[in-house]
Nanobody, 121 residues
Framework: QVQLVESGGGLVQAGGSLRLSCAASGSIFSIKDMDWYHQAPGKQREVVATITRGGGTRYADSVKGRFTISRDNAKNTVYLQMNSLKPEDTGVYYC???????????????WGQGTQVTVSS
């Protein structure tokens, strides 16, 4: 069974930093894109950062210059370094990976369980 497990959330004051991690485990043949999504209270989940297997990155305008996504392909892990945090960054952060399990011919999207980030003003 493939699992994505996030860690690193918590409570931080505005202007502070947090680093989120998401590790994919199980029998995995290959991982394509890995993403971080943000779901603010009462709102839809939105992508904030994407990283390709080759290291190409994309960011939502709201986090450009403040968040940095990175990955360690050897560890099947993606990170999100969040700096200069704002109260509007509060919410649940989910990681997503498009991956091909061992023994499968197809790539499928997998989600982590989410980690709560709360930024106080």
């Amino acid at each position: 069974q493939v699992q994505l497990v996030e860690s690193g959330g918590g409570l931080v004051q505005a202007g502070g930093s947090l680093r989120l991690s998401c590790a994919a485990s199980g029998s995995i043949f290959s991982i394509k894109d890995m993403d971080w999504y943000h779901q603010a209270p009462g709102k839809q989940r939105e992508v904030v950062a994407t990283i390709t297997r080759g290291g190409g990155t994309r960011y939502a305008d709201s986090v450009k210059g403040r968040f940095t996504i990175s990955r360690d392909n050897a560890k099947n892990t993606v990170y999100l370094q969040m700096n200069s945090l704002k109260p509007e960054d509060t919410g649940v952060y989910y990681c997503n990976a498009v991956l091909r399990p061992s023994g499968s011919d197809y790539y499928t999207s997998y989600w982590g369980q989410g980690t709560q980030v709360t930024v106080s003003s």
